[in-house]
């Protein structure tokens, strides 16, 4: 059966997205890869580091864990950001359906405490990854990548829920 569940489908929606968009990258050359573009934080690696680097700061906060050093910060091959996403991912997914949703989840940034619904921190998650690829993608256009990765939900849909 389809799944129904709005989160669940965020949460498998945005793994598969972000699969799709790794793996078209590891197609690249690495001079593509590192290609900068004048949007998003400037290459396809920054910006798919930053995507997984995100999920997972995201994640330490909602598991209640001292944040880990941020991915951004280390060159890596879309194979190697692959390995990294995957487990980021699966925490992620945990980390998001462990407590309900209306649940207050404290971090501290930058010396200051901010408090969040877990649910806006899950759709944050979620439609950050979303705009994120959506530059990913524009920059693969630019590269002339074609065909361009599936990413949007209906696509994943079609694709992978519709097998269920």
């Given at each position: 059966?389809?799944?129904?569940?709005?989160?669940?489908?965020l949460?498998?929606?945005d793994?598969?997205?972000?699969?799709?968009m790794?793996?078209a990258?590891?197609?690249?050359?690495?001079?593509?890869?590192?290609?900068?573009f004048?949007?998003?934080?400037?290459?396809?690696?920054?910006?798919?580091?930053?995507?997984?680097?995100?999920?997972?700061?995201?994640g330490?906060?909602?598991?209640?864990?001292?944040?880990?050093p941020?991915?951004?910060?280390?060159?890596?091959?879309?194979?190697?950001?692959?390995?990294?996403?995957?487990?980021?991912a699966a925490?992620?997914?945990?980390a998001?359906?462990?407590?309900?949703?209306?649940e207050i989840v404290?971090?501290?940034?930058?010396?200051?405490?901010?408090?969040?619904?877990?649910?806006?921190?899950v759709?944050?998650?979620?439609?950050?990854?979303?705009?994120?690829?959506?530059?990913c993608?524009?920059?693969?256009?630019?590269?002339?990548?074609?065909p361009?990765?599936?990413?949007?939900?209906?696509?994943w849909?079609?694709?992978?829920?519709?097998?269920?």
């Amino acid at each position: 059966m389809p799944i129904s569940d709005p989160i669940q489908i965020l949460l498998e929606h945005d793994q598969w997205a972000t699969r799709q968009m790794l793996s078209a990258c590891a197609e690249l050359s690495p001079e593509q890869y590192h290609h900068r573009f004048e949007m998003g934080p400037g290459s396809l690696h920054d910006t798919t580091t930053h995507i997984v680097g995100a999920m997972r700061a995201w994640g330490d906060m909602l598991a209640g864990r001292e944040p880990r050093p941020r991915l951004e910060t280390t060159q890596r091959t879309p194979t190697e950001l692959q390995a990294i996403f995957d487990e980021v991912a699966a925490d992620f997914s945990t980390a998001a359906q462990s407590h309900p949703l209306d649940e207050i989840v404290v971090a501290q940034r930058g010396g200051q405490t901010y408090s969040f619904v877990r649910g806006a921190v899950v759709t944050h998650v979620m439609t950050h990854g979303m705009h994120h690829r959506a530059q990913c993608l524009n920059m693969l256009r630019q590269l002339g990548v074609n065909p361009l990765p599936p990413s949007s939900v209906l696509e994943w849909t079609l694709t992978v829920d519709s097998k269920r």
